[in-house]
C-alpha cells in the first residue's frame, strides 16, 4: 500500500467545511482524488505552480502527503517530507491557501514549525486502503492505518490564532453536515432537457446571463448570513462578496455577534453602491 493510504470522505468534508473549499488535491492518483483538480504521482507535485493554478481555479489546495523517504529523478526530488514542506513554503509565499493533513509528529525534522495555523485532532484517525487493493491471502488483510493527526495550515493572509484543537468525532460532524448539504444543494439542481423538437423550428438565440461566481461555502458562513438582515435582498454576486467577507472573519475566529454586525455594515454599503 505504501503512500497510497486514502483519506477517509468525512475527515476531508470536515476539513473542506473550515478551511475550504478545497479545489486542489496535491498528492492523489485517478482513484482516490478528493478535489476536482489534482496531481498524480506522475505529475510530480514539487515540479509544480501550485499558486498559478490555484489562482486558476480558485478555491485552496488540500494534501494528504506521502511519508516515504525522498527519491529522485534526474536530480529533482520526488518524494521525500522535507522537500514537500520547503516546497510548500515557497508557493504559500506565492500566495493561495495550502491544507495539510499531517502526522502530529512534532519531533521529526520535517514538521512545519513555520506553518501559520495548526490544528491538532483529539483522537487517533483511521486511512482507507486504496480501491485497488486485494489481499492475496489474510495475512494480508488489514483495516487501515491510524495515527494521531493535525491540520496544518499555510496562508500568509491568516490572520487567526495560531495553534487550536478538535476532536476527532467534531470534525467528522462537521464532514457529515456539509455533505448533508451539498446534497440537498445537488438535489435542487434541475438537469437540462434533451428531447429535441419534433419539427424544425427557428432557432433562437440564448439570452446572455450575467456571470454569477458560484461556490460552496463553508456551513458555518451560510449560518451567519442567514442572521445578517437584509442578505437575501442583494444579488448573486454581492451575496457572493459577503460570504467571502464573513469567512474570512470567521477563520479568523471573530465573535459571530461581531462578524454579524461587520456584515450588516457591509450589506448596508453594498446598497449604497447600487443605488
Known sequence: VGDQWRTPDLLFWGINAMFGPLTLDLFADDDNAK??????ADDNALVQDWAEMLESIGGAAFGNPPYSRSQYHEKQAITGMTHIMDHTMEMREKGGRYVFLVKAATSETWW???ADHIMFIRGRIGFDLPVWFVPADDKQKTTGAFFAGAIAIFDKSWRGERFSYISRTELEEKGKAFMSLVEFAAGKVQPPATTAPEQEEPIIAPAVLPYVDSRIWPLEVGLVFNQVEGADSLDASQQNKLKA????????RMPTSEI?????????SMRREVA
Do not use: F, K, M, R
Not at 478535489?35 to 498524480?40: A, G, I, R, S
Open 112 to 114: 512545519p514549525e513555520d
Open 260 to 268: 454579524i454586525t461587520t456584515a450588516g455594515g457591509l450589506v448596508s
Open 35 to 40: 478535489c476536482p483538480v489534482w496531481y498524480t
Open 245 to 252: 467577507n464573513i469567512n474570512q472573519l470567521w477563520l479568523e
